[in-house]
């Protein structure tokens, strides 16, 4: 059984970091784009940032742009998501994503096959 497994939220202060991680079980993913997307009450699920299966690129919402890094190892087992200078719209359930094999990096949530169950994230101002 595939699984994706975010860890890492909690309740924060504006301006703080935070760093979730996103362990895969079941098979890696060293071939497949990874990404984070969040869902905050009442809206849609969005993206927030993703990392091409090598590594070499990345991509963020405007957003979360010099707040938030991303990083994988190789193996594509783990998936990262440093958070810093929170803000209280940063407030959502982040869920880690993985695509489909080779595929680029997509902000659209169809493209992705592979979701993990959610991780909290609460930002008080």
């Known amino acids: 059984q595939v699984r994706l497994v975010e860890s890492g939220g909690g309740l924060v202060q504006a301006w703080a970091s935070l760093r979730l991680s996103c362990a895969a079980s079941?098979?890696?993913?060293?071939?497949?784009?990874m990404g984070w997307f969040r869902q905050a009450p009442g809206k849609d699920r969005e993206f927030v940032t993703g990392?091409?299966?090598?590594?070499?690129?990345?991509s963020y919402a405007d957003s979360v742009k010099g707040r938030f890094t991303i990083s994988r190892d190789i193996a594509g087992i783990t998936l990262s998501l440093q958070m810093s200078s929170l803000k209280p719209e940063d407030t959502a359930i982040y869920y880690c994503?993985?695509?489909?094999?080779?595929?680029?990096?997509?902000?659209?949530?169809?493209?992705?096959?592979?979701w993990g169950q959610g991780t909290q994230v609460t930002v008080s101002s």
């Open positions: 994503a993985a695509g489909r094999r080779y595929s680029d990096i997509y902000e659209d949530t169809a493209r992705w096959d592979y």
């Open positions: 079941g098979r890696t993913f060293s071939n497949y784009p």
């Open positions: 990392i091409t299966w090598s590594g070499g690129r990345t």
